[in-house]
């Protein structure tokens, strides 16, 4: 399809565990941003990707939080030593850039999410 | 800090009636808006945005939206609801500088529209 897919669409882990979570974005969107929702809340930002670099990682919440987008394309979330706290709805989206214009004020397209449950 | 509030966890209308749902935002700089919808076990769907210029932003499905920058409020709205418009909505904000739009989005408004 067309739109932005992630993978697994459930995944559930023991707590201390390694995990992985994949965002395959719209081809042709340079944009590819992570965010977190947790249960009654809305999308919190964790890092955002202009091509292969991470421009903003300010909303990871600490160490244990990975992200790589090594060909500028896909990109994978990592968490290590998980806790239950990181229990969570993890979304992926992609957006375009404008050449004149740059990509701030286009909109994002979101996938349908990872829900992640740490036990 | 930026901050979006959407003050009512849930708006219930009969179908057929018009519906708004509230939306008011805090940003230093010119903001941009977003209003996306969230359908179970789905992702999030842009719905409109606003950017600049007219402040009635029309969307999907029927949808719009008003800037009021005196009030800060970005408010979504719609003439006429019906049953399948049941669903989370989410209003966003963006800073509108550094070359990007990281989100900050508002805890959401459940939309529950009766038949």
């Known amino acids: 399809g067309a739109g932005v897919s992630q993978t697994p669409s459930n995944k559930v882990t023991e707590k201390g565990k390694y995990v992985e979570l994949r965002c395959d974005p719209i081809?042709?969107?340079?944009?590819l941003y992570w965010y977190r929702q947790s249960l009654g809340q809305g999308p919190e930002f964790l890092i955002y990707?202009?091509?292969?670099?991470?421009?903003?990682d300010s909303g990871l919440p600490n160490d244990r939080f990975f992200a790589v987008r090594p060909e500028g394309s896909v990109s994978t979330l990592k968490i290590q030593r998980t806790e239950r706290g990181d229990s969570a709805v993890y979304l992926c989206?992609?957006?375009?850039?404008?050449?004149?214009?740059?990509?701030?004020?286009?909109?994002?397209?979101f996938g349908p999410g990872t829900r992640l449950t740490v036990l | 800090a930026q901050s979006v509030a959407q003050p009512e966890d849930q708006v219930n209308v009969a179908e057929g009636n018009p519906l708004t749902v509230k939306c008011t935002y805090s940003?230093?700089?010119?903001?941009?808006l977003f209003w996306y919808v969230q359908y179970p076990n789905r992702g999030l769907q842009f719905l409109l945005k606003?950017?600049?210029?007219?402040?009635l932003v029309k969307g999907s499905y029927g949808f719009e939206a008003e800037f009021n920058k005196s009030q800060t409020s970005f408010h979504l709205k719609k003439p006429s609801a019906l049953v399948s418009d049941s669903a989370l909505y989410f209003c966003?904000?963006?800073?509108?500088?550094?070359?990007?739009?990281?989100?900050?989005f508002g805890a959401g408004t459940r939309l529950a529209v009766h038949p």
């Open positions: 989206a992609s957006s375009f850039r404008d050449r004149g214009l740059g990509i701030k004020n286009n909109e994002q397209f």
């Open positions: 081809s042709g969107h340079t944009a």
């Open positions: 990707f202009q091509g292969t670099g991470a421009a903003d």
């Open positions: 940003v230093s700089g010119n903001p941009y």
């Open positions: 606003y950017i600049t210029g007219d402040n």
């Open positions: 966003a904000v963006s800073r509108g500088s550094g070359g990007y739009n990281k989100l900050i």
